[in-house]
């Protein structure tokens, strides 16, 4: 056990004085280097060899095995201190600049490039006394060598890129050329002069792009890489006249394909792409412009033949696809209200093509209105649609009385309507032949209002607005009624007249013969009662019915016999049994044989001494007007 002990400690003190003889061998290599190095220095610095006495006392300074001269030491790398701060930025830069290059980071190269051409300016500016050491510096470090590797193998990769471009027909990275700009002329190391080798090399790139672009049929994506191009030379203040060129020259020969080939879709197409991008590319005043225009002008004569024709959609079809080129709105405007008044149902229609429309007219030049429409359908629902010259429609509808079976015509009533309210005349079958039922309707809101209704022979508009019915079916032969507008518009009654020309001139003994036909012929009335009155002629007598107020005294009657007869009783003077149909000369009642047999007077004549008592209004005439007689019953329009 203490052999084993014995023998480990000297094991242990063996390797402590190898140990120590290598520390005491490195020690006395170390000053002797430290003295070897200043000596070294000293000579440099006798010889003014400013660059390695500098290195060989820097390395002595840092020497620390033991201390030697440290004051002299310190006092030379302090005179010398410029070329130690140099040799420091010459190596920090050399490493930036390959760091750079090594990682094929362009930006990261430039700019320690820059940093590295700002330095040596200010050194330049700074230090004169060792610039030949300054020298010396960049040339121990290939500074040159290093900068001019670095671009070139840059140039290279961007070169690669933009042949990569090509053939992967992607074109959304294209920095290369904004890099390929960034070297400097210095460091250009191509038997071309740099400007002139970097404009082929682009001129190429940009042509065989744009061409590849062009060849492929993609015209907006010509375009627009055209367009993105110049915008990036103009960012990067590079002139690049090939690319307009080439956009233009590209673009004419699209468009002349088109055009001969009379694709207009694609002409349209193609145009408004040129015409969108004309101003990116500095081609305002192009003659691709001019050669646009010129066909513009074509197809809107073209457009214009097939309105001419009636072909109005495919004309309107046309002009709102130029529209996309240039303002067509009064073309199509035009087109619009020609289409409107040769099809009246194409206006009403632009609200509601689902309807069935029916009694469909129209007309023009309305106030400032070129065209509109009137149409009903089978649901009683009238339509009046206008269309303004710009070509805009508006159409209002409402519910009617008529039915559409029974509508014959429409009409817009110009001389009753407004823009704001206009009123439609509907002429219907009013039932009785010669008769038409004449309504006029107005469209206020979104609702219609008839404002008159009435069965007639003809119907007109007056000068003041009033509305003359001629011949009404409930009035008299040769009525005229005249209605005027009320205070909500709709029309009243206002005045009634009569033709008398129209009326037959008999007597009072006549009025059976006559039936139905209208009569005039002038008596007295004698009496006035709740149904009617009493008017006698000579010795003939004719019951009076109709809705007026009668009063005793001599008149002229207008009316028609309707062959109803009523009896009359001498006694007491009223009517026995009902209004019936008979001749004139019949006569019914109980009493009827005992008057004739008194009296010996034919049926229907008073007693030849009978006198009446003359103004006596509801009194009885004082004779005897033979028992019971049966007279005729007139039904009067009008007494005067």
């Not at 003014?48 to 500098?54: D, E, F, G, K, L």
């Not at 005179?79 to 090594?102: F, G, H, N, Y």
């Not at 009634?496 to 001139?505: E, I």
Request: aromatic fraction near 10%; hydrophobic fraction near 35%.
């Amino acid at each position: 056990m203490s052999i084993l002990r014995l023998f480990s400690l000297r094991n242990l003190l063996l390797a402590c004085c190898a140990v120590g003889l290598v520390l005491v061998i490195i020690k006395s290599i170390g000053i002797y280097h430290k003295i070897s190095w200043v000596k070294l220095a000293d000579q440099y610095y006798a010889q003014q060899q400013w660059v390695p006495a500098q290195e060989w006392y820097s390395r002595a300074n840092n020497n620390r095995y033991f201390t030697y001269q440290e004051q002299h030491i310190a006092n030379r790398l302090n005179e010398l201190e410029p070329i130690t701060a140099w040799k420091d930025t010459v190596s920090a830069s050399a490493s930036e600049l390959q760091a750079a290059t090594d990682t094929q980071q362009f930006d990261s190269f430039v700019n320690a490039y820059k940093r590295w051409a700002q330095h040596v300016e200010q050194q330049r500016q700074a230090d004169t006394r060792f610039q030949k050491e300054y020298n010396q510096i960049q040339q121990q470090y290939q500074m040159r060598q290093l900068i001019q590797t670095g671009f070139t193998n840059f140039r290279n990769q961007f070169e690669t890129g933009l042949q990569q471009n090509l053939a992967q027909g992607n074109y959304t990275d294209e920095s290369y050329k904004w890099n390929l700009l960034r070297i400097p002329t210095n460091y250009w190391d191509t038997k071309e002069p740099r400007d002139t080798y970097i404009r082929n090399l682009l001129q190429t790139y940009d042509q065989t792009k744009l061409k590849r672009l062009a060849a492929a049929g993609d015209f907006d994506a010509f375009l627009n890489q055209a367009s993105m191009t110049v915008q990036a030379y103009q960012q990067h203040s590079y002139e690049a006249p090939w690319v307009t060129a080439l956009a233009e020259n590209g673009a004419r020969s699209v468009i002349a394909k088109d055009i001969e080939a009379g694709q207009n879709d694609h002409f349209i197409s193609h145009a408004r792409s040129f015409m969108d991008t004309a101003d990116q590319i500095g081609l305002q005043s192009s003659s691709v412009l001019t050669q646009i225009n010129r066909q513009i002008g074509v197809l809107q004569d073209q457009a214009s033949g097939l309105s001419a024709q009636g072909q109005f959609q495919q004309a309107l079809s046309l002009y709102e696809s130029l529209s996309t080129l240039e303002d067509m709105s009064e073309p199509i405007a035009r087109t619009q209200i020609a289409w409107a008044t040769a099809d009246p149902a194409h206006l009403l229609q632009s609200s509601n093509a689902s309807v069935a429309y029916q009694h469909i007219t129209g007309g023009v030049n309305w106030e400032d209105v070129p065209v509109y429409s009137l149409a009903t359908d089978s649901n009683n629902r009238l339509f009046f649609g206008q269309m303004t010259a710009d070509g805009a429609a508006s159409v209002w509808s409402g519910e009617i009385g008529e039915s559409a079976a029974a509508i014959q015509a429409l009409s817009l009533e110009t001389r009753l309507s407004s823009r704001e309210q206009p009123v439609v005349l509907v002429q219907s079958d009013s039932g009785t032949t010669g008769y038409t039922q004449y309504s006029l309707y107005t469209f206020t809101g979104s609702e219609v209002r008839k404002l008159l209704s009435v069965a007639a022979v003809s119907y007109e508009v007056d000068a003041d607005r009033s509305i003359i019915i001629h011949q009404p079916l409930e009035g008299a032969p040769g009525q005229t009624d005249v209605y005027t507008p009320a205070q909500d518009g709709s029309y009243t009654l206002s005045d009634r007249r009569t033709d008398d020309t129209s009326y037959l001139s008999v007597s009072a003994g006549e009025v059976s013969s006559h039936l139905n036909e209208p009569l005039q012929f002038s008596a007295e009335i004698v009496s006035v009662d709740a149904d009617g009155a009493l008017a006698k002629q000579g010795d003939s007598y004719v019951r009076l019915t109709g809705d007026l107020e009668f009063t005793t005294g001599t008149f002229t009657i207008y009316g028609r016999f309707t062959g109803n007869f009523v009896q009359m009783d001498s006694s007491s003077d009223e009517r026995s049994g009902s209004d019936t149909p008979e001749s004139p000369n019949s006569s019914t009642g109980t009493n009827n044989t005992d008057q004739t047999e008194t009296d010996g007077n034919s049926a229907g004549m008073p007693d030849e001494d009978f006198e009446p008592e003359y103004g006596l209004g509801d009194t009885t005439p004082a004779g005897p007007i033979n028992g019971a007689a049966s007279i005729p019953v007139v039904e009067v329009d009008r007494i005067q």
